[in-house]
């Protein structure tokens, strides 16, 4: 790497590039529809000359999109969303490999994690793609200098967007924000197949347990839920769903499992999975309650599901890494409560993440969101993806795969299209 210039960046080992270079070949295979529009952008070059800020997961699949939008002609630069979930080998290959300026190193504090956010915002972006609203968060209020250089941005998670309405509500956004989140592509296949294959993985892996026979507790019956409780029920567990919503407890009913308020439920739980995007699920007076050797996992956002704080204060003593990422917190009656992840994002944290194949359609619907962005005069507030842009996206994956569609005939065209008997 001597006589090289690198783009600004803080990671933990350059050395690791060509680890790291290696995950994200491997990464590659499973992600088609990003390989198409990588080869598209490096052609067309929709995103030359702009400055474009990413907050993300730092992982192999993360690398594929990055990669496509600086094949765009972007001068892109990445800060972790969660630093338990950056892979240091893969930040290091962005740097040496694609002149990414990554700002993330796993497990970094708190003080860190701005830090990094801060340092990507340096760059002075004209479009960002965020995570939870970590990025919009920071233009509004520490570093509100940058909002008249910013254009527009994209936000991928439930939690995000539910901030981005918040703030529009509020009259207190002031840039224009794409829901990518909310795109149907990204709810049925992110959502619901990827998150729920990727927290029951890594409730596995980090603990070792049979699910067959369990009675599994599943906060929220959103997307994120219902993937879940599904493929919790496909592996012989028991489920029962927690929720605030009518309509969604009653589809929880309706889809087969039982539907508790969760003081009635942490009586009955051998594992917990918060999927609701809000604070203080799981508290005290659950843990009270709960069965020796229950499993705390949250697969929602941030770590304010399940109330660490609470957990560690009704705790004679804590046994850190019991298992990786399985803290044991001893109560004074001599249960144990088996945290997973510090109440991070379990499936990113103690799992590896959505699966290539299930964020290669995620990263496509942001990539196309992006040069849709760069193009567009819109006014501050919340905008839908448009739908074109899901179409292509659904229709490049089929053809991947080897699936063929029916076509209308001239004459079902017109019946579609005429109110006429």
């Avoid at 088609?32 to 702009?50: D, I, K």
């Avoid at 292509?392 to 795969?401: I, M, P, S, Y």
Wanted: proline share 4%; aromatic share 4%.
């Amino acid at each position: 790497m001597a006589g090289v210039t690198l783009p600004p960046h803080d990671v933990a080992d350059l050395t690791l590039a060509g680890q790291g270079r290696r995950r994200v070949e491997f990464a590659e295979r499973d992600m088609p529809v990003l390989g198409l529009l990588r080869a598209r952008f490096a052609r067309e070059r929709p995103l030359a000359g702009l400055r474009v800020a990413l907050c993300a997961h730092v992982t192999p699949e993360t690398a594929c999109l990055a990669g496509t939008l600086a094949a765009g002609g972007a001068e892109l630069h990445l800060a972790a969303s969660n630093p338990l979930s950056t892979q240091d080998d893969v930040a290091a290959a962005l740097v040496v490999d694609d002149s990414v300026g990554v700002h993330a190193r796993y497990a970094v504090d708190r003080a860190g994690c701005l830090a990094h956010l801060s340092g990507v915002l340096d760059s002075r972006p004209q479009l960002l793609l965020d995570d939870g609203c970590d990025l919009v968060a920071m233009l509004h209020t520490t570093r509100t200098d940058l909002l008249g250089q910013v254009r527009a941005g994209g936000e991928q998670t439930s939690t995000g967007v539910l901030r981005l309405r918040q703030m529009a509500a509020d009259g207190a956004l002031r840039l224009p924000m794409a829901a990518v989140n909310d795109t149907p592509m990204q709810l049925l296949v992110a959502n619901r197949h990827g998150t729920g294959q990727s927290t029951l993985d890594a409730v596995m892996r980090a603990t070792g347990i049979l699910l067959a026979g369990t009675t599994v507790i599943v906060a929220g019956y959103g997307w994120c839920g219902t993937g879940i409780a599904r493929r919790a029920t496909g592996l012989g567990a028991r489920v029962v769903v927690t929720e605030v919503e009518p309509s969604r407890a009653l589809e929880a009913v309706l889809d087969g499992h039982r539907v508790l308020p969760m003081a009635e439920a942490a009586l009955l739980g051998d594992v917990f999975v918060t999927t609701t995007g809000n604070r203080d699920v799981l508290t005290t007076r659950h843990f009270a309650v709960m069965k020796d050797g229950a499993v705390l996992a949250n697969a929602g956002h941030f770590d304010v599901e399940v109330d660490v704080v609470g957990l560690a204060s009704e705790a004679v003593a804590v046994h850190r890494r019991v298992r990786p990422h399985v803290d044991a917190y001893e109560l004074a009656d001599g249960r144990r409560l088996l945290l997973l992840a510090e109440g991070r994002l379990a499936n990113l944290a103690a799992g590896e993440g959505h699966p290539p194949s299930v964020m290669d359609i995620s990263f496509a619907v942001q990539a196309l969101t992006v040069e849709w962005l760069a193009g567009a005069e819109l006014a501050p507030g919340v905008h839908r993806v448009p739908a074109a842009i899901d179409e292509e996206v659904a229709r490049t994956k089929l053809d991947a795969l080897g699936v063929r569609l029916d076509l209308l005939t001239p004459a079902q065209d017109r019946y579609l299209s005429s109110w006429r008997p």
